[in-house]
């Protein structure tokens, strides 16, 4: 049985479990559970990650850790009992690891960023080994607080590096908002965002509110690394810290000695090669500072690498010196530990002191650098540590400790009170010395000694440090030099007690370079270290002293001898007596010193100070001399010197003395010496001295006396330094002052306590009365008393009680006058600062007069707006400090004196702080405002108060606005805006009552104001989020306490202004708009949280939005009959309440709707309001585009609406149940649309489809709520998404939906976004001027010319601006240019169509299940339109066939769509009736301007026919007519009807013939007009149609409809064979029009090519003739001939011409001169690719080649299914070339490729007269077929042909091909027949109409065709002609490609109708590029007719089968 656990609450997963176990819950290793129940070994409980999924899991799978439970009971919280950090680690593991793994997500991708997903892995790695590190439990407690440190640093640098949320802290642990006020939490985030933004990461000093101390001792390590110089003996090395700004050293010396083997062999101890220098200042640092090492030889005086024998003197000599600069970088210590490298310097020996200085100077002539044969010299690092000595020690263990320490020269800038130092320094400078009767100078070694009074010598020399001291110290030699310098420094460290006998002795030697001589005394000096009289030490300085001769050393053993003697050369020169030692008065030395000691001085006048009693009658003199002694003097001596002066300020009876005065000086002296940074550490050793030294009983009342004196005295004198000083410490003033009280207390049992009380009120009355005067010349005293006055008070606080201090205080802030100076306000708000923070405020009695004061002046000064700096410091030391008094005690414990203060705070300063925020909100930079002087501001009364610096209150906030920097005054807002929150949390239900009671006493206005500004500036807290994004914790603080506040804000709203005639409207819409605002704050929207983030905020706050959502229900609820006044200005605040995902308060809420259609009905019959606002709040909130999130929410939440108000609505008065139905239904279906739009709104990939949502927005706006401005909107957002995708076309068709709503008038029209006001006229011409640009850009100038056409009217009879009028007729004109010159003409190639069906549920309801066309991008052929389509609908599957899907797709859930091409059905246009038109002008229309389009699909109906498909082929003619023509204001439009014709194969195969005939005739009529092109198109064309090559030609034909027996068994296609026969008998007559053109331009290389297609053509015609039983008159041919025929050969007799050609192979056989290149034409090689090849590769122009023409293979996308099955996966696998029927035949797969192509239904002709309007129709626009150029050109001459019956002479046979050929004139046996071209045009009159002699003019009889035919020639480059012709490609014309590649073992048979071998099928697009124009002439084509229609045959294999028997 599952009982409830009480013991077993917490734990975390050891093990990971996944078990498929009933309600089990799936753990992961390291998850933590909170268990609920157990039962046998199982718990049941859930993860913290999830707690809304509970299972169970096994116990034992779980390790149980101690745990904490808060809010005990349903609700209960369970935390673990861990330290507070290693919590905090894990949670912010846990978040920022799927932080990470996201951004791993993210590498790669253009949003990745490698570096942070670095940074991030690192910091995680960091902070859980460190996490690791303190569960271990291992560390020290110091070890534990720095690796805490560490954590909490790496935490906070991580958040802000990741953008999460600040984390408050104090000394480094997270703050519990619970536990402080919101003003110091606000203080917090401020102190931790500092923190954070910096390196340094600050723990927030909220414990500790000092700022943190500046650091004012450095320290530099040192160790010298390596020596690479071999110097052959022992030597020296003494390194000091060099000042070369200063040009002085100003450190000791570290010595580091060498043996002569060197450095790496030298190990004495360790650390001997390491230092620290110590007590460097910050001013040390930022000089110039240098490592100076000397290096000193110890050995011989001369070394020589010769002598071996070791000396018996060691000598130091002189070396070399380097140099190390010590850069800023490594002095601020921010590069570690940094090794330094230098070389050595030498000089002569009389410059090597001044070495460095040279160096530096850089006077290289007087030094130079050492040899080495190392690449580096001397080698040291170096570090600089911070802080004070034991502290950076203690940091840095293992590289300070046990290491020497080298101090400085002279003292630290801080003094510390156990620093004892005793320390001379000594240095040896320079000497003068004689030589003494030698030729060469002396070399002189100096020695010094130390000797104590009775001569013996002291172990307290030292050279350097490291090492120890010594009894004497041997100088460098000089070589031969009687006056060296040597520069040496020396320490001397005596003991005190031996420093005042001791003294220095100096003892000259000669030294001889040679070895057994030894050294040589000749003489000494000496000095004493301590005056013997005064005993003062000697002073620093230089020192020249006496040389006396002595030669033996034994005269120096008695040292009272020469002690008497005069020691400084000054003394000796008045010397009269007679001496013990001769001085020798030539020579002299001098020597420098400087003591550095804490115990010894040479001041004078101090000594005399602390003798005074030997000496009374000086008193007044050395008092006077005390202030100029050094401080550093003084406070060496404190102790002495307190004494010593107490002991002279009064009598033993405590009267005081005629020195009083002057003692209470000397005493404010030393006071404000503490005051200075240099001894702020005496501090302590004063109040040491005070505590447990000073017994001065009696002295409290002259204290007391001499301050009053001074405050009295202030307004009376000019002299206020003094006072200032006195004012200054007035702390230890009353230190010593209640400490002598306290002493006189204790030893007279309490005497005199009433007047000392007297005393001290006399003494704070004349306080008083100085701060009330307004002096200018005792201001600065007076602001020094306040700044210093809380010091005193605190001492008082001692000796009386708080409340009387406070009294005190209370009567001085009063007596400071409120308009005073800025520096004297700023003093007093100081010292009410320091009141507040003082223990005075801990009192209740204190504290109650300490506010009433401090809220009184605080109130004044914020009116005034003056200091609000520190009035906000002030008041949040009041709410901190008031809100820690109430945390002490439980709410129903409350004492009252605590209800007083809070009351206190609230009705003085509640109001004046919400007005003072209101105003920084109004007056801030966002806000817009451009000003803030008050409107009663005079300029006069500001400038006055400038220049008396008294500024009245309505001034006030000009001149602080003037001195607020931005920043400033953000933070100024910032706290008061925490103060006021702290307010209103100190405030409860009983404060509320009588904050509205004080303001109702002065009526109801008043209360109306304060309600109204506390919402308006509530509602701006929650708008403008005044506080940072970051700031989380601080932001939810603020929503719960302003939360609270507005419960209480409704009560007053309740009771006082919504009864009894007091409903106030500006103030209930303020409050509900505030309740909303407060509700969709993005900080309260939990969804966008991480759960664990989530789970805090509810544990502690609960969902706040619902609580406010029902505050307002509740508020709603209570309006009742008021509600009228809130519509509709409340219908958009209440809708964005909707989006609270929370369903309960969603359920709630929606009746208010209802409620507003009920309210609005009832008032106005109507609720047209609640319509309109409800309409366009919809609208906004989605274009702000707030988020996905909420808007799934919000549209879920309004079909929920439309369901309950549509329930609410039916079941109600059925007055208005109609229109309330159709209300709820026209928002429904605007949500469907909004819903939509929203859902594409983001993404590239979307844009066509938010332009389908737009323009369905659009239409509803318009059409069903008719919302003109709404509808204008979306016009332009649907513009500014045609303009970025290029669709300039659909962008002028758009804007013009926008000129249509405007007239030509003159009314005023109001500005918007995107136009100023301005007339309807202007904006119209502005709007027009945009569309004609679009469709200027578009290439669409026909719809532009109409309104440019418009504007000139407008321009020329209305507004008369005859200059707009010429630009815009230029303009037309412009466009009529470009219409006949552009590329628009191929309009038909330069846009495709296509039809896009996209079935299935899973699609946008804008397009499920429907069906449109698609207008494609320029030259977009249906690949990439089916990618683009496919890339906007990623999730659709393409359908691979075109039959229409059936119900199963249609109601499935997925996503279909299936695309194909489809041709565009041009309507007639009337315009162009009767007219003879530009083709270049018709393109346009046939492919523009269109509504249907057609697409064709073959079907089969019978058996197939193998050897003719023609036989059954019928076309399913599908024609889809569109909403809109296209183009329009979208690129596609839905399908709204469509109808489906079926085609029977002879009406289809008119349909072909009519269509090559047509193009035909356009071909024929522009070579009329243009006879200078290049003829190769021409040539293509006619040899497609009569030598035709693909698909059989006419042979098909007639095998299968001319049969004898097709007639019987379709009799219904009687008509249709018969029309077809009619338009195969036109063509014949069009060919032979064209034949005689082609014959009369082609060059003389082409007329072989032309008189073979001339012959073949005969015998066509006769085919045709016989095949449509026309009687033809035969016709001679000689007029197509232009040579003579060659000689004739012998044939049969008895055969056809016709068939006799074919036998005896083509022309094609016979050998072929070289093409001649033109400038208008491509010269290529001739080919070696073999007739056969040429027949294989295919001719596009052919009649019967248009189903393998290249430029279909648009339809490889969506090829038919009905044909062959078995070769459908082929198609898209094979090349181009591979659909080009061979000699062969073609495939009948190929036959399906081209079917859906441009048709034209032409009806037979009616009569023979009908044929003379031809050239009044429009004519079609046709599929130019492309082919590529002419590799090998024909060039033969065949014989005449006389006639039909006449044989053809042979031709000789071609080399290795059959001579047998097919009889057929059809062409290749195998060739299907043609199929439809891509395109078409317009229908026109049967072509049967037209006659040869109108096409061909006069060249139908042999005459000139010039001036016959169409007066319109064909376009230069017409689709038909290639583009060569244009001037770029006539330039540089693209190579055509190679042939196809035939197969190799096939031979075929050539017929005449095979295509020429120099011809091939490109199937490029872009190159249509011919080769050399070949010259052709032609003749009469009579001839040939009839033995076309005799002779047309088909081939065996595609005849039809025979009918079944009977």
Known sequence: MWTPTKNQKFGVVIYNFDREVQQALHLDVGETVQVLEECSGWYRGFSTRNRNVKGIFPAQFIHLKPFKIDNEGLYETVTPVEDPVVQEAASVLREWGQIWKNLYVLLGTPKGDQELWDAVRKAMMDVADWRKQLITGTLTSDQISQLKLKITRKIDWGNRKLGLDLVPRVDGEMVDPDAVSVVELHQVHVQSAEASKSHYQGLGTLAKRKERRKVLSHHLFFCMRDFSYHLGEDAEIFFSLYDAQKNKFISERFLVKLSKEGFSNYVEKIHSNCTIFTDLGSGDLSSDLYIVAHVIRVGRMLFSESIKKISSHNYRRPYGIALFRLAQSVLQGGEGEVELTGKLFTSDEKDFSQLPELVLKKQSNKYSIMSNNASYGLVVSVKVVHGELEQATKENPLLLKNVCITKKLGFSDV????????????????????????????????????????????????????????????????????????????????????????????????CSTRERNEKKLFGFSFIRLMDDEGGTTLRDGSHELCVYKCDERGRLSNPMEYLNMPFFSKDAVDCIYSLSFQRSPKESIIIDTLLCSTKLTQNVDLLSLLRWRSAPDGIGETLSRLTRVDGAETVKFLQDVLDALFAMFSTDDGNSTQHSGHVFQALVFIFSLLEDSKFEHFKPVMDAYI???????????????????????????????????????????????????????????????????????????????????????????????????????????????????????????????????????????????????????????????????????????????????????????????????IKKYSPSKLPPTLHQDVEMIMLTLFDVVVQVILTLERSAPSSGSSTLIPDVMDLTQLLMALKNKFVPTHASLVLGSLSMTPSLQEDIRGTLVACLMGILQLMGEFHYSKLWEAHMTSGTNHLRRL??????????????????????????????????????????????????????????????????????????????????????????????????????????????????????????????????????LRKATLPIFFDMMQAEQQAKGSFKQVETELIDKLDILVSENKGDDEYRQLFNTMEHLSAVLLERVRSNDPVWRESGTAFINSVTRLLERLLDYRNVMQGDENCDKRMSCTVNLLNFYKNEINRQEMYIRYIYKLHDLHVPAGNFTEAAFTLQLHANQLAWTQRMLHADHLYPAQTETRRKEQIYMKIIDNFDKGKCWEQGIPLLEELANEYRTHLFDYQKLSEVLRRQASFYEKILSGKHYDNEYLYRYFRVGFYGLGLPLFVRNKLFIYRGLEYEQIGAFTQRIQTEFPQAKMLSHNTPPDDTIRSSDGQYIQICAVNTLSEPNPMFDGVEVDERILKYYSNNQVRRFVYDRPTYRGPADKDNEFKNLWIERITYTTEFELPGILKWFEVVDQKVDQLCPPQYACETVERNNKQIRQITIHYR???????????????????????????????????????????????????????????????????????????????????????????????????????????????????????????????????????????????????????????????????????????????????????????????????????????????????????????????????????????????????????????????????????????????????????????????????????????????????????????????????????MGDGVDGSSSSGGGLSNGFPA??????????????????????????????????TPLSPPASFSLNTSAENLTPTTPTNMYVGNLDGLHHSLLENYSVPPRLQPHPPPSP
């Open 415 to 510: 003094i510390m009170p156990g620093d004892v130092r005793n320390d001379l320094y000594v240095t040896l400078n320079s000497g003068e010395f004689e030589r003494g009767g030698k030729s060469v100078s002396k070399n002189i070694e100096v020695t010094v000694l130390t000797l104590d009074a009775e001569g013996q010598p002291l172990q307290s020399i030292y050279s350097g440090m490291g090492h120890e001291g010594t009894t004497d110290y041997a100088s460098m030699i000089m070589y031969h030099n009687n006056s060296p310098r040597w520069n040496e420094r020396l320490k001397v460290a005596i003991p005190i007690d031996q420093f005042a006998g001791a003294h220095l002795r100096l003892e000259y030697r000669h």
């Open 691 to 885: 505590t447990g030294h000073f017994a001065a009983a009696l002295v409290y009342k002259g204290l007391i006396s001499c301050v009053k004196h001074l405050s009295d005295l202030c307004p009376q004198t000019e002299k206020q330094d003094p006072i200032m000083r006195c004012f200054r410490s007035l702390e230890y003033i009353f230190k010593f002052i209640i400490q002598s009280r306290l002493l006189f207390a204790r030893a007279t049992g309490g005497q005199n306590e009433d007047s000392f009380r007297v005393d001290v009120d006399s003494l704070f009355e004349s306080f008083a009365r100085m701060l009330n005067m307004h002096l200018e010349n005792i201001e600065a005293s007076q602001v020094t008393l306040l700044e210093h006055l809380q010091g005193a008070c605190d001492q008082l606080c001692r000796v009386l009680s708080p409340g009387e201090v406070a009294n005190h205080l209370s009567n001085l802030f009063n007596a400071t006058p409120v308009e005073s100076t800025r520096d004297l306000t700023k003093a007093k708000l100081h010292a009410m600062k320091n009141s507040i923070n003082s223990p005075i405020f801990d009192d209740d009695e204190g504290r109650g007069l300490l506010l009433e004061t401090i809220c009184t002046h605080l109130r004044q000064h914020m009116d005034s707006r003056l200091e609000l700096v520190l009035c906000g410091e002030v008041l949040s030391d009041i709410v901190i400090l008031t809100h820690k008094h």
């Open 1917 to 1950: 480059s017409t689709p038909g002609t290639p583009p060569l012709l244009s001037p770029r490609n006539h330039r540089t014309p693209p190579p055509p490609p190679p042939p196809p590649i035939p197969p190799k073992s096939i031979s075929t048979p050539l």
């Open 1011 to 1144: 309600l109204h500004s506390i919402i308006l500036l509530l509602a701006d807290l929650v708008r403008a989020a005044i506080f940072a994004s970051d700031w989380f914790v601080m932001r939810m603080v603020t929503n719960y306490t302003i939360l609270a506040a507005m419960q209480e804000i409704a009560q007053p709203l309740i009771s006082i202004f919504l009864k009894q005639g007091r409903f106030d409207n500006q103030l209930w819409s303020s409050y509900l708009n505030l309740a909303v605002g407060f509700l969709t704050q993005p900080c309260l929207q939990l969804e966008r949280f991480s759960q664990q983030k989530r789970h805090k905020v509810l544990e502690r706050y609960n969902d706040m939005r619902v609580l406010m959502g029902f505050q307002i229900l509740s508020m709603w609820r209570e309006l009742d009959d008021h509600r009228l006044h809130f519509i509709p200005g409340m219908v958009g605040p209440f809708l964005e309440v909707t989006l609270v995902p929370e369903p309960e």
């Open 1569 to 1895: 007009a243009n006879p200078q092109d290049n003829i190769q198109p021409f040539t293509m064309r006619l040899q497609g149609t009569i030598d035709a090559a693909v698909n059989g030609g006419v042979a098909k034909y007639q095998d299968a409809f001319f049969g004898p027996d097709y007639l019987v068994v379709y009799p219904e296609n009687a008509d249709h064979v018969n029309r077809l026969k009619v338009l195969l008998s036109d063509q014949t007559m069009i060919l032979e029009g064209a034949l005689d053109l082609h014959g009369k331009i082609a060059h003389s290389v082409n007329q072989p090519l032309h008189r073979r297609l001339v012959e073949v053509f005969e015998g066509l015609r006769y085919k045709v003739r016989k095949m449509c039983s026309t009687p033809q008159s035969q016709r001679s041919t000689s007029s197509l001939q232009s040579t003579p025929p060659p000689p004739p050969t012998h044939r049969r007799a008895d055969s056809d011409p016709a068939t006799e050609f074919r036998r005896t192979g083509s022309i094609v056989n016979s050998p072929l001169p070289p093409l001649p290149s033109d400038k208008g034409a491509i010269s290529t090689s001739s080919s070696s690719t073999s007739g056969h090849s040429s027949q294989r590769s295919s001719q596009s122009s052919s009649l019967y080649a248009h189903f393998h023409s290249a430029s279909h293979d648009d339809e490889l996308y969506a090829k038919p299914q009905e044909w062959d099955s078995g070769s459908g996966n082929q198609r898209e696998s094979r090349p181009r070339s591979a659909y080009i029927s061979d000699s062969r035949g073609s495939s009948p797969k190929s036959l399906s490729k081209s079917l859906n192509n441009d048709y034209m239904i032409v009806p037979p002709p009616k009569s023979s007269d009908e044929s003379q309007r031809w050239r009044h129709s429009r004519p079609p626009s046709p599929r130019t077929a492309r082919s590529s150029g002419i590799h090998d050109c024909l060039n033969t001459s065949w014989s005449d042909s006389h006639g039909s019956e006449e044989s053809l002479p042979p031709l000789p046979p071609r080399v290795g091909e059959r001579q047998i050929r097919s009889v057929s004139l059809g062409g290749d046996e195998y060739a299907p027949p043609p199929a439809l071209p891509k395109r078409m045009g317009k229908k026109c009159p049967s072509p049967a109409m037209i006659g040869c002699d109108q096409l």
